[in-house]
């Protein structure tokens, strides 16, 4: 995963966990598409102090993951959500009712992620 | 949901976000069943101290749920994949492929559901 993309979803995941401050900022960063400068302005800090926090911000973020994995425990949750989607779509257009079978096993693969 | 259902799986959740001292007492409690005296033996602190050890506890799972509702997301995520495979179970059984219509509008409930 690119590091925007990375950071937009840990941020959607466990921003809520971080001070003000430090949601302010990556915000301004990572949406806002604000520069280090214009943030460091906005605070009257300078650019370096800017990036310090910033990047303190991402470690406490991915500091959250590694502890819970629920970002990816969600994103390979997903992913067989689609597959199962792919299966639907392929059942509806060949009405071939072998596919049920996968489906089936995918949806005890979805049940088994849960209990890890 | 019974208190020691939703303290287990906040546990599950987001016990790694806890002290070493709190995950042990959680777990003393809640999987081991130790009374609030013996665990108070273990440490050698009164039963009142370790009552208050626990409710603390408990309030910071919740306060992670509060912020981050991600078990919540789950729960309702698993509840839809359980009425998939119900539907999956009946296609099998009546070959009636008017369902997966249905299967599909849940699909997309998830969807929507990943992207609050």
Known sequence: MKKLARMTMLYDFYGRLLTKRQQEIMEM???????????????????????????????????????????????????????IGALVTELRKTGNLDLLEQIEFIIQEINDLERK
Chains 1, 2 share one sequence.
């Open 29 to 83: 960063f990572y949406e806002d598409d604000l520069s280090l400068s214009e943030i460091g302005e906005e605070y009257s800090i300078s650019r370096q102090a800017v990036y310090d926090l910033l990047k303190r911000t991402e470690k406490n973020l991915e500091g959250y993951e590694e502890k819970l994995s629920l970002m990816d425990k969600f994103e390979k949750q997903q992913g067989k959500i689609v597959d």
